[in-house]
T-cell receptor, first 114, second 115 residues
Framework: DTEVTQTPKHLVMGMTNKKSLKCEQH?????MYWYKQKAKKPPELMFV???????INESVPSRFSPECPNSSLLNLHLHALQPEDSALYLC?????????????FGSGTQLSVL | GENVEQHPSTLSVQEGDSAVIKCTYS??????FPWYKQELGKRPQLIID?????GEKKDQRIAVTLNKTAKHFSLHITETQPEDSAVYFC??????????????FGKGTHLIIQP
C-alpha cells in the first residue's frame, strides 16, 4: 500500500461549524504533514509531525488544530474558520521526516467556508 | 529559510517539442532537488529528484540537471505529450530548512502542451 488516504474529499462548512479532516497511511512512515493549497499556488506547509510529535507549527491560526493519534493517522480539527480558509488541504507523509525524503501526498480535501 | 524562484511561470510548447523549467535557490547547504508534478484536480507527485553528489539524472523522457555553483537546477522534458500538461513544482531542501523543518516549493510552472 503506497497511498495516503484523505477524507472527506469535499467539505462545505459554515463559519460557526466544527469539522475534522482525516488522513491515513500504512506505509510505515513516521512523518506526516498538513499543507494548504490555494488555487494556482504552491502547497504551503502548515504542520509537521515527526514520530508523533509536532515539530513545526508555521504560525498557523489556532482555529486549525492538528492531532496525531498514532504514526498512521493524522487529523486536522477545524473551528470558526473564515471564508479565506477555503482551499485544498493536502496531507503528506515521508519515511522519517528528514529533508531529503520523497513526500507522498493524499488527494486532498477541497474545503469551502461559507 | 530557502528562497526559491522558478521560471517560467507558464510554458506553452508544441507536442513533440522539448520543455525546460528552471529553479533557482538561495541556500548553498541544500542537497536534495526534487520536481513534483500536479495535474489539474490531482495530488502533487514526485517525478524525478537528484542529490548534490550527482550532476544529471535521466528517467526516460524526463531529466534533471544540477548546477550547485550557480545554485540552480532544471527539469527537462523531451518529446512532450498531452499528458505532460500540468503544473510542475521544484522543492530544493536539505539545508537549513526542508523535510521536518519545512519544505519550500517554488511558485510552479504551468506547462501547456499544444496539439
Amino acid at each position: 500500500d503506497t497511498e495516503v488516504t484523505q477524507t472527506p474529499k469535499h467539505l462545505v462548512m459554515g463559519m460557526t461549524n466544527k469539522k475534522s479532516l482525516k488522513c491515513e497511511q500504512h506505509m510505515g512512515h513516521r512523518a506526516m504533514y498538513w499543507y494548504k493549497q490555494k488555487a494556482k499556488k504552491p502547497p504551503e506547509l502548515m504542520f509537521v509531525y515527526s514520530y508523533e510529535k509536532l515539530s513545526i507549527n508555521e504560525s498557523v491560526p489556532s482555529r486549525f488544530s492538528p492531532e496525531c493519534p498514532n504514526s498512521s493517522l493524522l487529523n486536522l480539527h477545524l473551528h470558526a474558520l473564515q471564508p479565506e480558509d477555503s482551499a485544498l488541504y493536502l496531507c503528506a507523509s515521508s519515511l522519517t521526516g528528514r529533508s531529503n525524503e520523497k513526500l507522498f501526498f493524499g488527494s486532498g480535501t477541497q474545503l469551502s467556508v461559507l | 529559510g530557502e528562497n526559491v524562484e522558478q521560471h517560467p511561470s507558464t510554458l506553452s510548447v508544441q507536442e513533440g517539442d522539448s520543455a525546460v523549467i528552471k529553479c533557482t535557490y538561495s541556500d548553498s547547504a541544500s542537497n536534495y532537488f526534487p520536481w513534483y508534478k500536479q495535474e489539474l484536480g490531482k495530488r502533487p507527485q514526485l517525478i524525478i529528484d537528484i542529490r548534490s553528489n550527482v550532476g544529471e539524472k535521466k528517467d526516460q523522457r524526463i531529466a534533471v540537471t544540477l548546477n550547485k555553483t550557480a545554485k540552480h537546477f532544471s527539469l527537462h522534458i523531451t518529446e512532450t505529450q498531452p499528458e505532460d500538461s500540468a503544473v510542475y513544482f521544484c522543492a530544493p531542501s536539505g539545508g537549513s530548512g526542508g523535510g521536518a523543518d519545512g519544505l519550500t516549493f517554488g511558485k510552479g510552472t504551468h506547462l501547456i502542451i499544444q496539439p
